[in-house]
């Protein structure tokens, strides 16, 4: 195997950082969609309502674990180069293969919110053609 750098580990600064924001993004996009669906269940209370609020309690876990791992890969990514600073290159290695596997999990995870979102997505288009169907538009 040959030698890690300290630029092997750094490349992966910008794009961990890169998809951390992203995360971020899509956690404020949710949190405004949860106050907003509170005030509305607060003032009629439908089971469709329920049902929202449940796939994006899902959707919260799931992209507060894609943050933790990402944050987790930077970290060993971070640990990787240390390591790599004070020459004790196997253990750097192996964190930085851990850092990368944390990193996978963490966009496999996204892809799996990316699906729950775009499904309950999928129910609110299928509701308005069907709304559509009934009121003959």
Same mark, same amino acid.
């Given at each position: ?9 750094? *490349?992966?600064? @910008? $794009? &961990?950082? *890169?998809? +951390?924001?992203? %995360?971020?993004? !899509?956690?404020?996009? %949710? $949190? ?6 509170? #005030?509305?269940?607060? @003032?009629?209370? #439908?089971? &469709? *309502? ?6 994006? !309690?899902? !959707? ?10 990402? &944050?987790? @890969? +930077?970290?060993?990514?971070? +640990?990787?180069?240390? +390591?790599?600073?004070?020459? &004790?290159?196997?253990?750097? $290695? ?8 944390? *990193?996978?999990? @963490? ?11 775009? !499904? $309950? ?5 299928? #509701? ?10």
């Amino acid at each position: 195997m040959e030698t890690l750098t300290l630029t092997t580990p750094a *490349l992966l600064f @910008s $794009a &961990v950082s *890169l998809i +951390l924001l992203a %995360y971020t993004n !899509r956690f404020m996009g %949710y $949190a405004a969609l949860v106050r907003q669906l509170y #005030d509305q269940f607060r @003032s009629n209370p #439908d089971m &469709v *309502l329920q049902y929202q609020i449940i796939n994006l !309690r899902k !959707r919260l876990y799931l992209i507060k674990n894609m943050q933790l791992l990402g &944050v987790a @890969s +930077l970290m060993f990514c971070v +640990l990787s180069m240390f +390591l790599i600073y004070i020459e &004790v290159f196997a253990p750097a $290695a192996y964190a930085f293969g851990l850092g990368l596997l944390l *990193l996978i999990i @963490s966009l496999l995870l996204s892809g799996w919110e990316i699906r729950i979102s775009v !499904r $309950a997505l999928d129910l609110h288009l299928n #509701d308005m053609e069907h709304f559509g169907e009934t009121n003959n538009f």
